[in-house]
């Protein structure tokens, strides 16, 4: 990512649409036939609507926008790393319906969780070393900051965490994908139980463990599904930590799975180069097989394995997350693309 960065860094938004080619090719301008394109295959196409989340950026700006999540009342609830605001709901319209949060440099992981009657907030920030639980309105509830239980954490700047899970017994597990690659478990008071992962190419370790997922699709035997972005992976593992299955997907930099029904949707925030645009949205069915790529070419198998997928050329920047509504609609924030605003794809 360093040499992305730098070349990012030095690249400017004026050049960048200052050139006709570079405009079309990333729909920053197009004709009319492709304001609202259709993307994606078979049972799971979508129209592409660029204009759904746009703000006035005077009163509400963005930078990084990382992950977004629904709340019972239909809100969309997405961070991002503006100091002004972490914080953007939204309704489904694409009108802003709240934003909040200052303290959050990096507002990175959002899950959304239901206690009760009530639904709770956690947000990772890897820039601030430190996950937080907070309401619907920010009010900060509890705070895991560098777990001082696990030797490897010699300084607090090791620590850096990028995503949450929930485990219907309420315990808590963080990932530490920017960090040592663990994955730190706790009761729901916040008590350590244990770690487990790291750094590495064994079956239980990760490179890059970018996102959990708590996997409830079967109640009586949920697990977690944990990236292993750089690797082009996910694994799932038991609550207790301990690994099931490798789940392979080449060309596939996996931020974070997200389960909707019997599918699993994720953002690929890359797929060859850092140094270009080259994202896209996946779909998966029960038995871990792509069957939709938004933004890509129609997912192919050789044996079995995925054929690394090929950007469509305009649709999306750096998709960094997906989620989706009660009608398969899908909105999409991303990372690192020019202060973008959330895109959504209307299922057709």
């Not at 700006?61 to 239909?74: G, S, T, Y």
């Not at 009760?116 to 895991?144: A, W």
């Not at 035997?221 to 301990?242: D, H, Q, V, W």
């Amino acid at each position: 990512m360093p040499s992305r960065r730098k070349f990012l860094k030095n690249t400017t938004l004026a050049s960048g649409i200052a050139l006709s080619t570079s405009s079309s090719a990333f729909g920053i301008l197009s004709c009319k036939s492709e304001e609202n394109p259709i993307v994606g295959h078979g049972d799971f196409k979508y129209k592409v609507d660029k204009n759904w989340g746009v703000q006035d950026p005077n009163n509400f700006p963005v930078k990084d926008c990382h992950e977004m999540v629904l709340d019972k009342n239909q809100r969309l609830i997405m961070t991002t790393t503006h100091p002004k605001n972490n914080i953007l709901i939204y309704d489904r319209s694409g009108k802003i319906l709240d934003a909040w949060g200052t303290t959050f440099p990096g507002a990175h992981g959002l899950t959304l969780v239901e206690e009760g009657t009530e639904e709770f907030l956690f947000i990772t920030d890897p820039n601030s070393h430190k996950v937080c639980k907070t309401t619907l309105k920010g009010e900060i509830l509890m705070t895991f900051e560098t777990p001082r239980e696990v030797a490897a954490y010699e300084k607090i700047n090791h620590f850096k965490p990028t995503e949450t899970a929930v485990a219907p017994n309420g315990d808590i597990y963080i990932a530490d994908g920017y960090g040592k690659d663990y994955i730190m478990q706790y009761d729901a008071k916040g008590n350590f139980i244990r770690h487990f992962g790291g750094h590495g190419t064994g079956v239980d370790q990760f490179d890059c463990c970018h996102g959990v997922t708590l996997d409830n699709r079967d109640p009586n035997n949920p697990t977690l599904l944990i990236t292993s972005r750089s690797a082009n992976e996910f694994k799932r593992f038991t609550l207790s930590g301990e690994h099931i299955e490798t789940i392979a997907l080449p060309g596939c930099y996996i931020c974070r799975p997200v389960i909707k029904g019997d599918l699993i949707y994720f953002a690929v925030i890359v797929t060859k180069d850092w140094k270009t645009y080259d994202g896209m949205i996946a779909v998966l069915d029960k038995d871990n097989k792509v069957i939709s790529l938004p933004g890509g070419s129609a997912p192919t198998y050789n044996d079995g394995v995925l054929i690394a997928p090929e950007y469509d050329q305009k649709t999306f920047y750096n998709p960094h997350d997906v989620c989706v509504d009660d009608d398969g609609n899908l909105y999409v924030p991303q990372w690192n693309s020019n202060k973008t605003y959330p895109i959504k794809l209307h299922r057709v």
